[in-house]
Structures are given as structure tokens and as C-alpha cells.
């Protein structure tokens, strides 16, 4: 018998466990990052405060760059949610309570259901929230409803529900970090990550929680679409730099579409012998014939 058909010893993490199955990582750990991470975006962001006339004159200028460019006015998308009190309401409503849920709820099916995917997830939310909180620092943005020059209305003050107190009293958030839009880069890596680990052949339709969400920050003028712009670009960037290494359990991940492989086939099937395994296992059977 070669070492290549050796039983593995007892008690080792071959035997221990299947090839293909992924430990996740502590849980405390987990918890602790994570909330680090909530915390640091929660809080980081007051560092910002006190450049008012910095993040008005900012305002003005990716206004005007907007038009400069021909970028479609945020008012077309805010007209369409005036037609009627009750849409506004559901924008504001979904501005305010989706935004944290949707992540959190995401990063623990991942950390449960998909432990392969949980890792680099992590770090991508964890890459794109530091950049954009070094962005709010160096660019303080005022939004386009603080601004009188784009004629938007404060949907959120006028028809509720309000995330934000008034600027010159709010001490809970920074209201003068439009870019980038955190909102729309959480949510577009929401859906990269449920599209990427996930099979079924609906999964493209994750794209609608961006879409969405980028017609709300619009449409509420909150942001700007250079806003969500800039998010898309710090996100590849993160992608770009984390993909490439591996995940926790050493595997490559890829942004392909997943397809059936003879390994993944045979998992469906029930059995946890991957597919090099089962050929070896063939040729030693034919062997012994």
C-alpha cells in the first residue's frame, strides 16, 4: 500500500473532516469584528463634523460636475416618489430601516449557511467601509437636500420617517458624508455576495436590493449619483485587491457563476467523497479485480 492509498492517522483533520467542508471561524471573534466594524462606521464618521462650509462648497461643485457631464437630474427620480404620499413614506421607510438589517442578516447566513464565502465578505465590507470613511474625512459632502441649488425636497423631514435630526444639533451622525454612498456599496456587495454563493437561477434577482436602494438614496436626495459612483468603484477596488487570496478554508474564490463539477454533482447526490477520491477509489476496485 503507497502513501497515496494510506489510511490517514486517527484523529486527523482528514478523517476529522470531509475535503470540501469549511470551518468557520470563532464565533466571539466573529461577533467582536463585526461589531467593531458597526462601530467604527457609526462613530468614525463623527470625525468629520464641523467642515460645513467645506461640505456646501463640495455640494455646489459636484452639482455642477453632474451637469457638466449630463448626468440625468436626481429631481426626475424624486418626482416619480411625489406622486403620492404613501411611496415617499415606503422610500423613507426603506432608507432608514434596510440599510443595517440587510447586511448584518447577510453576513450571518454567510457565517451559518456559507462559511466558504463568510471570510472574504467580511473583509470586503470591512476594506470598502474604511476607505469610504477616509473619503468622508478628506471630501465632506453636503447632500443634495441640504443644498438649495438642486430644488430637492427633504422627503424624509416632510413626509417621515427621519433618520437625521437637524445638522447644526445632530450629534448621533455626520451628515456631511454623502460620498461615498455607504448605503449603495453594502447593498451592491450584498448582492455580489449572495449572487456568487448561491446556485439557484434566481439569484440574479439580489441585483434588485442596489437597484432599489440606489433609487431611494436618489429619489429621497440623500445622495448623489456620483455618490453611488464612487462606492462602485471603492467596492471593485476592494474586490480586485481580497479576491484574489483565499478564503478560510484555503480555497479560491471567484466571482464566475458557480457550475456543476463532478465533486458538487456527487454533494448534491449526498455523498462526501470528492471526485478525485472517487476516481482513485475506481481504479484501486479495478485494481483488486
Request: proline share 10%; no cysteine; aromatic share 8%.
Given at each position: 500500500m503507497n502513501a497515496r492509498t494510506e489510511p490517514a492517522p486517527a484523529g486527523s483533520d482528514a478523517t476529522a473532516r470531509p475535503p470540501h467542508v469549511i470551518a468557520r471561524p470563532p464565533l466571539v471573534r466573529e461577533l467582536l469584528l463585526v461589531a467593531g466594524l458597526f462601530l467604527v462606521y457609526k462613530f468614525g464618521r463623527q470625525l468629520a463634523t464641523g467642515h460645513t462650509g467645506e461640505a456646501f462648497h463640495n455640494a455646489q461643485r459636484v452639482w455642477d460636475f453632474e451637469r457638466a457631464v449630463q448626468l440625468p437630474g436626481e429631481g426626475a427620480v424624486q418626482s416619480l416618489l411625489l406622486h403620492g404620499d404613501g411611496l415617499v413614506h415606503v422610500a423613507n421607510t426603506y432608507y432608514a430601516a434596510v440599510h443595517f438589517p440587510a447586511t448584518v442578516a447577510f453576513l450571518v447566513w454567510l457565517?451559518?449557511?456559507?462559511?466558504?464565502?463568510?471570510?472574504?465578505?467580511?473583509?470586503?465590507?470591512?476594506?470598502?467601509?474604511?476607505?469610504?470613511?477616509?473619503?468622508?474625512?478628506?471630501?465632506?459632502?453636503?447632500?443634495?437636500?441640504?443644498?438649495?441649488?438642486?430644488?430637492?425636497?427633504?422627503?424624509?423631514?416632510?413626509?417621515?420617517?427621519?433618520?437625521?435630526?437637524?445638522?447644526?444639533?445632530?450629534?448621533?451622525?455626520n451628515q456631511f458624508a454623502a460620498m461615498p454612498s455607504l448605503h449603495f456599496g453594502w447593498a451592491l456587495m450584498v448582492a455580489i455576495g449572495l449572487i456568487v454563493a448561491t446556485r439557484s437561477r434566481w439569484r440574479w434577482l439580489w441585483l434588485l436590493h442596489p437597484l432599489l436602494t440606489l433609487l431611494v438614496i436618489v429619489g429621497t436626495a440623500n445622495h448623489y449619483w456620483l455618490d453611488a459612483m464612487v462606492a462602485t468603484a471603492l467596492l471593485g477596488l476592494a474586490l480586485a485587491l481580497i479576491l484574489p487570496g483565499t478564503s478560510s478554508g484555503?480555497?479560491?474564490?471567484?466571482?464566475?457563476?458557480?457550475?456543476?463539477?463532478?465533486?458538487?454533482?456527487g454533494r448534491a447526490r449526498g455523498t462526501l467523497v470528492p471526485a478525485q477520491g472517487r476516481s482513485e477509489e475506481q481504479a484501486l476496485a479495478g485494481a483488486g479485480r
Open positions: 457565517y451559518l449557511r456559507r462559511p466558504a464565502h463568510y471570510v472574504w465578505a467580511r473583509r470586503v465590507l470591512a476594506a470598502v467601509t474604511a476607505a469610504a470613511l477616509a473619503l468622508h474625512l478628506l471630501f465632506p459632502l453636503a447632500p443634495p437636500r441640504m443644498l438649495a441649488a438642486t430644488g430637492l425636497v427633504d422627503t424624509a423631514r416632510v413626509y417621515g420617517p427621519s433618520v437625521y435630526g437637524n445638522p447644526a444639533t445632530d450629534s448621533l451622525s484555503g480555497t479560491p474564490v471567484s466571482l464566475r457563476s458557480p457550475h456543476r463539477t463532478a465533486t458538487t454533482a
